[in-house]
């Protein structure tokens, strides 16, 4: 029996999950894969096979995404809007319901603490669920004034309506997966979509979860179908599927790559939610008991395996060794363990092969001319865990500065310049543009500053606000098109216009 089986933290109700077998979730049934295989999901605080799950390959993803095209034109196309809606909400409720399972999965299958994975499923994903669900009722299209040459009396109407775009591939990463998974989910069925979802390999536990609070919920069978299943094979084989409409994928920037020239085949739509390297920009006058802190949890939060992490820091000059000093003590307290241990601050990282990846760009750091504040150790024992690790003084002309490590490393950098175009030609010294902050008092300076940054987000005297309703994605290789509020829903939508001549 495995460490995490015996730990007293973990519930009768997770016992159980864990033990069954789990299968793939196609057409509203838990069926087995087309050719045997299986996935080992791994707890990275102890490196121990905690589950197996049954490897999808293309051939159920072709199954899958007949399940999804035959409910899209069956029993989902006739559900009207409210119903719709209510179907959301109760899924959030049974969500809700879950909430001690889910947490406890989530923890076990990423790493992260408990406290943030209950707080993020709690409160951002069943309120995703229901803004969403709120928008089910509000789909609707316009008239437009037009006179057409060949009407023959000179009257017209023309009129346009708002359709689900359809069959929706959504292929999700491993760093925050339960909620990842809602943020697809949420407004392809608003829209009135079906969908195929992929799960990332690594964390599929929460996932097969949600397949089955989606069978208690009363979402007709197809709507929804999940399939654990590796990348390079399933996943390729659902981006360039013929009879998806739309993939929505949030992960890297080189896979982003592949799945878009894969979707090349039917010209279907494509959403890409991708990396980040995004600057916090801290001036003089900045509020450093906001700053330090702010700084900090944004760098480190989910061990830094997050897109929006402030990983780049621009300091001026004039408190530049204080903010180094106070993120170092505060760096230095983080305390390090399992997710379900009290009082942990920072989990493993996901896997072997990304704790590799970070200390190969930390000793890169430590090559460079940059300063290595605290940090950059592996600690002994079990488990996936890397410190969290400050380098100050970089530029950059250096790798550590200039590229995604999706770990938890912070780079600072100075500068005492007062052409705010100039501190913004540094931030933008990027190919992403995903998240950003700029940390003043000066409400004008703020303001001039955040439309210097070439970013999909920006924030003022804090980092990263997230919220349903707030329009989220990147600019250049950060990704295509918004996630979260209206725009987010658009994705999922296409227009119809029609036109009668009197």
């Not at 299968?23 to 087995?32: D, K, N, P, T, Y």
């Not at 790493?111 to 669900?133: E, N, V």
């Amino acid at each position: 029996m495995s460490a995490a089986a015996q730990s007293p933290a973990i519930s009768q109700a997770t016992r159980d999950f864990l033990a069954r077998r789990h299968q793939l979730f196609i057409g509203g049934r838990w069926v087995e894969p087309a050719s045997p295989g299986t996935i080992e999901v791994v707890n990275p605080a102890t490196e121990e096979t905690i589950a197996t799950v049954a490897r999808g390959g293309p051939e159920d993803i072709d199954r899958a995404v007949a399940a999804a095209r035959a409910a899209f034109k069956g029993e989902w196309s006739r559900i009207g809007t409210h119903q719709r809606s209510r179907l959301l909400f109760r899924l959030a409720d049974q969500l809700e319901a879950h909430l001690d399972l889910a947490t406890e999965l989530e923890v076990l299958d990423n790493g992260m603490p408990r406290m943030i994975a209950r707080h993020s499923i709690a409160k951002f994903g069943c309120d995703f669920l229901r803004y969403y669900g709120g928008w089910s009722t509000k789909i609707f299209g316009e008239t437009i004034p037009v006179q057409p040459h060949e009407a023959p009396n000179g009257g017209s109407l023309t009129y346009t309506q708002r359709e689900p775009v359809g069959v929706v591939g959504a292929i999700t990463p491993w760093n925050a997966p339960l909620i990842m998974a809602v943020l697809k989910l949420a407004p392809a069925l608003a829209a009135g979509c079906t969908v195929v979802l992929k799960p990332a390999e690594l964390t599929p536990l929460t996932a097969l979860l949600l397949g089955e609070i989606i069978s208690q919920s009363g979402i007709p069978d197809g709507v929804v179908n999940i399939v654990p299943a590796f990348g390079h094979d399933a996943g390729a084989a659902l981006a360039e599927h013929e009879g998806v409409d739309k993939i929505a994928f949030t992960g890297s920037t080189a896979v982003g790559k592949k799945i878009l020239m894969a979707a090349a085949g039917n010209l279907k739509r494509v959403t890409l939610e991708l990396g980040g390297k995004s600057p916090f920009v801290v001036f003089p006058d900045a509020d450093l008991s906001r700053v330090i802190p702010g700084a900090t949890r944004g760098a480190f939060f989910l061990q830094g395996q997050n897109c929006m992490a402030s990983t780049r820091l621009f300091v001026h000059d004039d408190v530049f060794e204080r903010v180094v000093e106070g993120i170092a003590a505060m760096a230095n307290g983080f305390r390090l363990g399992p997710g379900l241990a009290a009082g942990t601050d920072l989990g493993p990282l996901i896997s072997a092969d990304q704790r590799r990846r970070v200390m190969a760009y930390i000793e890169d750091g430590r090559r460079s001319q940059a300063e290595l504040v605290c940090g950059g150790e592996v600690p002994e024992g079990k488990g996936f865990f890397v410190r969290p690790t400050v380098f100050a003084h970089t530029t950059m002309d250096m790798k550590i500065a200039r590229e995604e490590i999706f770990g938890p490393v912070l780079c600072i950098q100075s500068f005492n310049d007062s052409d705010l175009e100039a501190v913004a030609a540094e931030a933008n010294k990027t190919v992403y543009g995903l998240s950003g902050s700029v940390w003043t008092r000066d409400i004008s300076t703020a303001h001039r500053m955040v439309n210097l940054i070439d970013s999909g987000q920006v924030s003022i005297n804090c980092h990263a606000a997230v919220d349903p309703g707030i329009p989220f994605g990147g600019n250049r290789q950060s990704g295509w098109g918004r996630e979260f509020g209206r725009e987010g829903l658009e994705g999922y939508l296409k227009t119809k216009a029609t036109t009668v001549l009197f």
